[in-house]
Nanobody, 111 residues
Framework: VQLVESGGGLVQPGGSLRLSCAAS????????MSWYRQAPGKERELVAGISSAGGSIKYADSVKGRFTISRDNAKNTVYLQMNSLKPEDTAVYYC?????WGQGTQVTVSS
């Protein structure tokens, strides 16, 4: 399992970012995918999850209405669109598949 995240960076409060996670080494379309995040000094937490075909999606309460998870099974990629970002969204964001984690991408929300 190989997962490579991209799209993180520094953004002002209220801004947007789109994270991508390119997957390989397994049959991507057969598995649910998730995004997690870990802020300094805090435990890693689930942000959003999506089923194999995209028909079932869940979000953490803290991001509902602001973040959107999606996937493109033809491209073996899962996305996390993040809008209306807040300073408390600052964290390393990780992509997760059954059997593996990505290396993480830093998201910093600051003015």
């Amino acid at each position: 399992v190989q997962l490579v995240e991209s799209g993180g960076g520094l953004v002002q409060p209220g801004g947007s970012l789109r994270l991508s996670c390119a997957a390989s080494g397994f049959t991507f379309s057969s598995y649910g995918m998730s995004w997690y995040r870990q802020a300094p000094g805090k435990e890693r937490e689930l942000v959003a999850g999506i089923s194999s075909a995209g028909g079932s999606i869940k979000y953490a309460d803290s991001v509902k209405g602001r973040f959107t998870i999606s996937r493109d099974n033809a491209k073996n990629t899962v996305y996390l669109q993040m809008n209306s970002l807040k300073p408390e969204d600052t964290a390393v964001y990780y992509c997760r598949a059954p059997g593996g984690w990505g290396q993480g991408t830093q998201v910093t929300v600051s003015s």
